[in-house]
């Protein structure tokens, strides 16, 4: 008779762990996963005054929270070129004639919408090694599937000087696949009937 409160309160403890189980669950769903994938269709000539592409293919589905793009690119007349990178109908402007007179190659070359200095910056200079914001957002792949190809297209639009692809890639953060976040939830739900036994 005295352990009739005992009931309602076992459901409290079992709607409580629920729901701890089912905040984890979300948690570890929205955790992400950042993978780099680089071309394989490299080198790539770029004649003067040639538009030319190079094309790397991703096999793994994923929603797009953050993408960067990675660049090796050398050239004798950075400003002669106009760089972009194309996913599905999405066409992102990297650069845009940037590089001055006369500053030449792309060397370890980040295009990152949360570095601290743009392309076009004044003070940014060739050969652009590290982090620049593009003249156009990455962001606008946000929320896309990573799946499929990824094309780096390069405009030389002035003649007199020419240079190469040398490599290229992106890095992409996408949400930790579910069935991680399954296991985990698995891995809680094994842990509820042990602490109810302790
Ligand atoms: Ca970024
Ligand atoms: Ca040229």
Redesign the pocket.
């Known amino acids: 008779m005295i352990s009739i409160p005992a009931e309602p309160i076992v459901h409290l403890t079992s709607l409580c762990l629920s729901a701890a189980i089912f905040a984890l669950g979300a948690a570890a769903a929205q955790a992400a996963v950042v993978t780099t994938y680089t071309s394989t269709r490299v080198p790539v000539a770029i004649c ?2 040639c538009t030319v592409t190079s094309t790397l293919t991703v096999d793994s589905h994923g929603r797009i929270l953050d993408v960067d793009a990675l660049l090796d690119i050398t050239h004798s ?1 950075d400003a ?1 070129l106009v760089l972009r990178l194309s996913h599905g109908a999405t066409t992102v402007l990297l650069a845009n004639r940037q590089g001055g007179s006369g500053g030449a190659n792309y060397t370890g070359t980040v295009f990152d919408d949360q570095a601290d200095i743009g392309i076009d910056a004044g003070y940014a200079y060739a050969p652009y090694t590290g982090s620049f914001r593009p003249e156009e957002a990455l962001a606008a792949f946000i929320g896309q599937d990573i799946f499929g190809d990824w094309t780096l297209t390069v405009t ?1 639009s ?5 240079g190469t692809i040398d490599a290229w890639g992106i890095s992409a953060a996408v949400p930790e696949p579910a069935s991680l976040a399954l296991v985990g939830l698995g891995l809680l739900g094994l842990a509820v009937p042990r602490r109810r036994k302790a």
Do not use: F, I, L, V
């Not at 002035?158 to 020419?162: L, P, S, T």
């Open positions: 003067d005054t007349y002669d030389d002035e003649a007199g000087d020419a």
